[in-house]
């Protein structure tokens, strides 16, 4: 059997992903996702109250949260370690990684549009990191396709 390749017992083979131009999109951007949310995370739970961001909690007025702790962490968590760590399981070619890479892309953009939504004020960051999820989730597409396909096969 090949390295990378996984052999079921019907004799389909599931590939790695490769580290072709969308997977290294998708990493590439994954990595500036990561950078950019861990660092606006680490703000916002260290000082909840936005001072770090001027940004005031008055922003976040009919939204569950009282102050900027819980959305720091999610931004932090799920945005900064999230993208980095699937960043790094895709260059080690995990057969995970895009379909995590897909769902942080998607999830980034419906964080933006709920973002918008609840604090009605807009920024040029908000277009540039939905911009960011959709090259995410488009180029974690092709990357994992292979992968896709192949474990669709096997069922």
Known sequence: MTAGLIAHDRGI?????????????????????????????????????????????????????TDFFVPGLI?????????????????????LAPFLAFAIGCAQMIWIVAELAIIKEFSFLHPTMFAIGAVIATAAVPWGWPTFRAWRGSR
């Open 75 to 95: 931004l932090g968590g799920l945005f900064g370690v999230g993208s980095l760590v699937t960043a790094f399981l895709g260059w080690r070619r995990v057969r």
């Open 13 to 65: 083979v599931i590939p790695r992903p490769e580290r072709h131009l969308a997977g290294m999109v998708a990493m590439g951007f994954l990595v500036l996702l990561g950078l950019g949310a861990g660092g606006g995370g680490i703000f916002l739970a260290a000082k909840p109250d936005g001072s770090a961001m001027n940004f005031d909690v008055k922003l976040l007025a009919g939204s569950p949260f």
